[in-house]
């Protein structure tokens, strides 16, 4: 395979500043090479060098077998060129800037509007760039680095701050100019357009270049690294990328976490009323669920003195979801802190399932146990997904983090069952973690949630023989309806009740080991919430008499 640009122990340095710092990498005949990294990484200074505007301090560069230090000019002749921060002439039209740009480079024989329909400018070739929208002249741009049709093509960040569509268009173009044979190096700061683009990916840093590989492979590394840093920042805990494990969801997280430290006959401490997956998971294991059940007095609140009871020498593992589904109850930060010191004592495990960790209301603050103390991080496994913080229900996208020797276990046996999660899904969950629009989409479900919540609540409150208790977190309410249940014998008759009657469906208490309530979720409409609650008080009136 021929090499077009070869760059050999590329450096630069502005002052006593290293720009570029002994960089080397080749781009082959006929393939797009992504230069990846962020403002200031030294992208747009290598990009300068390769295309003669700087001279490397040291090193080489060989574009289309000519030295760049010697050759120049007639490499120059031969490539396209579109700069970030070249100007286009605003008073011509697209077609007398093709036409001024090609004089200056002595292009001759050339269509301008061949050139211009090529780009999607068609029928525009006689208008003022003035009146162009950024994304327009973008194309115009690419379309001038096409004029001497060229061998090879530079581009400096060609979608950058680019509506969706225009980038689209733009990238559309880049990859006919692939499909007719071209040689394309281009810099971009996003690793979605580095992962759409190219064949290969050179991720810079600090003007050295960390990484060197396909879209997949360095999407795989970014992604643990993505949350890597979501974990120190949003959790307070320092995890690395081995120490991470991407899943099929949450679900299956947790089933590889039980799967690989339980044994049977092991115990593992379940706060009841409890989500309905941890049991089962449990004895899938061949292990014992302990329930513990939590009192609603105390709201659902799990405390040191509700497990001491509980544990033996056969306890394993202690599971925490909090905030918890069903009944919204958070741990306070003081009452998880006693709790992890007394799993540490006691040497039991903590499986802290934290997919709620997002909502949180009034004065509470969510806290992970594994950032305690490394002492308390390495009996961890923390657990989450994308599909509560996100809306990414369906997609499939969790996580754990524990210890690397445990993650290694998790790992071979994620291999061995399912292979990996979807890759698409893996790159949305990708975009969710990094992109800045994630958290202000958070902030909006979380306000609408509490205000859900306290709907919920006022309604619930007004209904006869019922008591509620407020909830702190996720977006579940959990109404105790024990004074009509009793009256049909079960929580499950209740649900069919209701859903016979009075046409509204609820989760039955009893699914999550507490008889007597039933799971209301208010991520739904705030019309939808107070009708359905509306709808349980009327059907509930039916067994008044």
Not at 301 to 318: E, S
Not at 354 to 380: G, L, M, N, W
Not at 443 to 462: G, P, S, T, V
Request: charged share 25%.
């Amino acid at each position: 395979m021929d090499i077009i640009i070869e760059v050999e122990n590329l450096t630069y340095s502005y002052g006593k500043n290293l720009a570029v710092d002994h960089i080397s990498f080749f781009v082959n005949k006929g393939e797009i090479l992504g230069f990846l990294g962020p403002n200031g990484a030294g992208k747009t200074t290598t990009f300068k060098m390769l295309i003669g505007l700087l001279k490397p301090k040291d090193g080489k560069v060989n574009v289309l077998g000519f030295d760049m230090s010697k050759d120049a000019k007639k490499v120059q002749a031969k490539i396209g060129v579109c700069f970030e921060y070249t100007n286009l002439y605003e008073e011509l039209s697209a077609k007398e800037n093709l036409e001024l740009f090609s004089k200056l480079f002595g292009v001759k024989n050339f269509n301008p509007y061949k050139i211009l329909e090529k780009v999607g400018l068609k029928g525009k070739e006689n208008d003022l760039v003035k009146t162009f929208s950024k994304g327009m002249k973008q194309r115009l741009m690419v379309a001038r680095a096409l004029v001497n049709d060229p061998e090879v093509l530079f581009l400096d960040e060609p979608t950058a701050g680019l509506d969706p569509v225009s980038s689209e268009e733009i990238r559309n173009i880049i990859l006919e100019e692939k499909r007719r044979g071209k040689t394309i190096f281009l810099t971009t700061h996003d690793m979605y357009e580095a992962d759409k683009l190219s064949d290969r990916v050179a991720f810079i840093n600090f003007g050295k270049i960390v990484a060197l590989d396909t879209p997949f492979n360095l999407k795989q590394k970014f992604g643990k690294r993505s949350l890597k840093f979501k974990l120190l920042k949003e959790n307070g805990v320092d995890y690395k990328p081995s120490e991470i494990v991407i899943t099929a969801g949450a679900k299956m997280a947790l089933y590889l976490v039980f799967t690989a430290i339980l044994e049977e006959g092991d115990e593992v401490l379940l706060p009841t009323p409890y989500w309905v997956t941890y049991p089962e998971q449990i004895l899938l294991c061949g292990a014992r669920p302990k329930e513990i059940v939590l009192s609603e007095e105390r709201q659902f609140v799990l405390t040191v003195g509700d497990l001491l009871p509980h544990i033996t020498k056969k306890t394993k593992a202690l599971v925490l979801n909090s905030p918890s589904n069903p009944t919204g109850a958070v741990i306070p930060e003081e009452e998880m802190r006693r709790i992890a010191d007394l799993c540490l004592r006691h040497n039991i495990f903590i499986i802290s399932d934290e997919c709620y960790e997002a909502f949180v209301y009034d004065d509470e603050r969510f806290v992970s146990p594994a950032s305690f103390s490394k002492e308390i991080r390495e009996i961890t496994f923390t657990v989450n997904a994308f599909s509560k913080t996100y809306s990414m229900t369906g997609w499939r996208v969790g996580y754990v983090a524990c210890p690397e020797s445990f993650a290694k276990v998790i790992a071979d046996l994620n291999s061995q069952t399912i292979s990996n999660a979807t890759t698409f899904a893996q790159y949305g969950a990708l975009e969710a973690l990094r992109n800045p629009e994630g958290k202000k989409f958070i902030q909006a479900m979380r306000d609408a949630f509490r205000k859900r919540r306290d709907l919920a609540y006022e309604l619930l409150n007004h209904i006869p023989n019922v008591s509620v208790v407020k909830p702190k977190g996720a977006f579940y309410i959990f109404p105790n309806l024990s004074f009509y249940s009793a009256k049909l014998g079960s929580d499950l008759a209740l649900a069919e009740f209701m859903l016979e009657k009075g046409n509204v469906a609820a989760v039955p208490g009893s699914a999550f080991g507490m008889d007597g309530y039933i799971r209301i979720s208010y991520c739904v409409s705030d019309d939808v919430l107070r009708q359905g609650i509306l709808r349980i008080e009327k059907t509930l009136e039916l067994l008044e008499n």
